[in-house]
């Protein structure tokens, strides 16, 4: 008994209905995003709505052969508007296809990112089959169906009505004119760009291997174009501050917007951190913390600007020692001969300008030993420096001197001015903190030169004395 229950159960599970199978003709007019959605669900075992998306998937295959084959006109028009460029569909636009869309393979359909390229691909063999149908003269009238193209495209995805009805004149004018002659293809549309056969005859996985080739050229040249576009920067902008390199995430400009908005975040932050490790309660005694604060910026100044030229200077021999000192070692590695040759002004020259480019390009890399040597070095001046705690102070520090070590290596460096006690107040270097005034009292935060003398980039903040 327990055998032939077995042996039944075992039945059941050989009896389902086998999948339909793809002919050879229509092997190469298959895409591959529809045929990896159906055999993805074919490894869960056979189901009533699976068999009716693969008849369904034959079906739509053998209409794209057909027209492809008998109706070259249509079928050419109808690639040509598909390769004009894969757009990006929205969410929005596959939930409502999903929704119109009357079909089994659709059903199978779970992940919208991943059936995105499905979608596509089933979009274009409908198109072929209501197509075929519009030839055929079954079907005059255009299906109710999503479309993809841009032309006239809503907010839903969905194209609008691209003919509005004809006037009473117009139609009695349509009536009594003949019939128009249909126009010859023109030779361009004729032809596949890949193999120079007729386009009506190109198979769908054709298709997107010609699409993903398009793609790539597409990206190639993008990177063609902004490296040419960084080459010419650089024999533009070389020594020119005042023509700014677009390429460059690091360019002044950039490097004034964050000194602000360290100004903003961090400033404030290490702010009240000083007043809690100062134990200062009354507002007379800011302008203490202030002066902490600054003094950070000044040093970081004057560190960053020691170590940029020390290791420019350093950049600048190891470019031109092998050029002054040819060498040649023999084969047996024992012997080495090395020949001098005299200094010019055009070698200094040119090993100071792709020195100053190599320190520039390289200058992120730079930063956490920068860093850790202004703190090791400089930091037994400061008092914060020796407190573990003050995680606020070290974090407006490290700060202060990334962004003032980008701006030491700049070609010119850019320039941080700070005003002086009784000095003319300037405004247009700095803005005032707290009340107004003409006389300096104090900064509290300097202003960015695009060079020393040069243009501003950024303003500061002073406080006037009290009138």
Known sequence: MITTMAGKQHFSKTTHTPLPKIDSELEQYAGENVQALLKKHAGSGPSETLQNAYQEYIDLLRSYKELSEKHKKEAASLLNTQIRGTITLSDKTIADYKTRTNSSIVKLMKNDKEDSKAIQELHTLISAHLKLKQVKGESKAKEDRPNFSRVRSREDGLRGASNPPKSDTAMETDDKSEKKKELPLPQSLTTSVLQGRPMAHLPMIEYQQLVRRLESQQRDIEEMTTRLS?????????????????????????IGEKFGELYDNEWSEAYEAFKEKM??????????????????????????????????NQLKKNLKQPILEVSFTSSGGKQRETKSVPEDKGLETSAEKYAKNFRKECALRCIPAVIQLYKSTQGQHFSWARSPHADAIHKYVDRCIELIWLMSVQDPPMYLVSAEKGDKVRTDLFTYYG??????????????????????????YIIPMAK
């Open 230 to 254: 960084r080459f010419a920067s650089n024999q533009v902008t070389q020594g020119n501050p005042n023509i700014a390199d677009l390429s460059d995430k690091n360019r002044p400009t950039k």
């Open 435 to 460: 009340s107004k005034g003409k006389v300096v009292e104090s900064t509290v935060w300097p202003a960015v030169l695009l060079h020393s003398n040069g243009p501003i980039i950024s303003k500061g």
């Open 279 to 312: 134990e200062i309660v009354n507002d007379e005694d800011e302008p203490k913390v202030i002066e902490q604060l600054l003094r950070v910026v000044h040093s970081a100044q004057m560190f960053c600007a020691d170590v940029s030229n020390d290791q420019l």
